[in-house]
């Protein structure tokens, strides 16, 4: 910016410079043609030069000039001596002397001392760079475009939400990009395909034999020897049955409005465990636009998970705004600070009074987790200073 403006200045002085000599030259002649030929004869040069020769009574006031003005000014000062001033208007500037016993007044066209080409350089210069930024400022935002685009596919891919149609463009680092992406959701795709596949499979192959076995007990007459082993083909059933639900892609199907109290109720009476040992905190007319079937899972999830470590179960829902809030309390052992973080993940098990391999198979909350992510919610847990148990609070924004 310093070098741009040093080059203007010194053009600009440049061309003032020369075009204040050439009219100190021309000014010079037309007073020699005056002091030696007269009036008539200093007109008549002036007029070959394009340039108003007159005789004046009165000189007008000095007005304050610009700062080049002052620049032209001092050049023919410099000269032509002090006793000149110039009066700057719209198209021409008059120049004004006393000489001798006259007053002469010259007038000169503005630009035969005022060029107005650097200004013209210096706008278009101007004009240009906001082309060229506006240029690149589109280009720029053709290429955010493709990033963006990129990442909101990648976040709903990562969600399990279905992408709609997703073509790499932009520059060919960004194509890059979104090509590596496609593949890697090909791979990805063909990955959880395969893995549903097994495990269907297998719940298929074991379903049939378990139904074989079943068949094969009810033959038999002796109570005793087969209940235990009932009792171990329906936690067998019970656990495929878990597994293909961890391996199914969680779906969000239908968004309704939701009474929460209602909700909760149906989950409740569908089994005969939770409706005796189970309390509830909850205005009558809360209601929620989200997956009801999914909404559902998360309860009863949470519900069975506390009907198997407490005698009794708690629920509290609040809605403040446009964010649900429903907390599930029990009264069991509760869970260690250590085992907290990892609680969530698949098959993961705690010791003791609180395992969850008991009588599960360590996916429920896995996938109530998983549930309550592509709801957009979050899901906590914390001791219960009341029951000494556990609390497990759910979060979730309204669209």
Not at 46 to 60: G, H, T, W
Not at 192 to 200: A, E, G, M, W
Not at 205 to 221: A, C, F, H, M, Q
Request: proline share 2%; net charge positive.
């Amino acid at each position: 910016m310093s070098f741009s403006l040093f080059f203007y200045d010194r053009h600009w002085e440049k061309i003032i410079t020369r075009f204040s000599n050439i009219a100190s030259n021309q000014i010079n002649l037309i007073i020699s043609e005056f002091n030696t030929n007269g009036e008539a004869k200093a007109r008549e040069t002036a007029v070959k030069l394009n340039i108003e020769f007159s005789l004046i009574d009165l000189i007008p006031e000095k007005i304050e000039n610009t700062f080049l003005e002052k620049k032209v000014e001092n050049n023919i000062k410099n000269r032509l001596g002090s006793n000149f001033f110039l009066i700057f208007e719209k198209d021409a500037i008059k120049i004004f002397r006393n000489l001798n016993d006259n007053k002469i007044m010259l007038t000169f066209p503005k630009k035969y001392l005022l060029s107005e080409t650097p200004l013209i350089l210096f706008l278009w210069i101007i004009s240009v760079s906001l082309l060229l930024s506006l240029i690149a400022f589109l280009f720029l935002r053709i290429q955010i475009r493709a990033i963006q685009r990129l990442a909101k596919s990648a976040e709903d891919f990562g969600a399990g939400k279905k992408i709609k149609k997703f073509k790499p463009e932009g520059a060919m680092e960004i194509r890059q990009a979104g090509n590596t992406f496609m593949k890697m959701r090909r791979r990805i795709n063909n990955y959880v395909s395969q893995r549903t596949n097994f495990l269907t499979g297998i719940s298929h192959d074991l379903g049939t034999i378990l139904t074989r076995i079943k068949l094969g007990l009810e033959l038999i007459n002796e109570e005793k020897k087969t209940k235990p082993i009932k009792k171990d083909i329906k936690t067998m059933e019970m656990l495929l049955r878990e597994y293909l639900d961890f391996s199914e892609k969680v779906k969000i199907k239908n968004i309704s409005n939701i009474n929460i109290k209602q909700l909760i109720e149906e989950v409740i009476v569908s089994s005969y465990t939770l409706k005796e040992r189970t309390k509830i905190v909850c205005a009558s007319k809360i209601f929620f636009k989200t997956d009801k079937n999914s909404l559902y899972r998360i309860i009863f999830n949470l519900l069975e998970n506390a009907s198997k470590f407490g005698k009794n179960i708690s629920i509290y829902v609040t809605k403040k705004f446009k964010t649900l809030t429903i907390e599930i309390e029990d009264d069991g052992p509760g869970i260690p600070d250590k085992f907290k973080e990892k609680i969530f993940n698949p098959f993961y098990k705690i010791d003791d009074s609180r395992n969850l391999n008991k009588g599960g198979s360590g996916l429920g909350l896995s996938i109530t987790n998983e549930l309550i992510k592509k709801l957009k919610g979050k899901i906590t847990l914390k001791d219960s200073l009341k029951t000494k148990g556990t609390i497990f609070s759910i979060n979730l924004i309204e669209d």
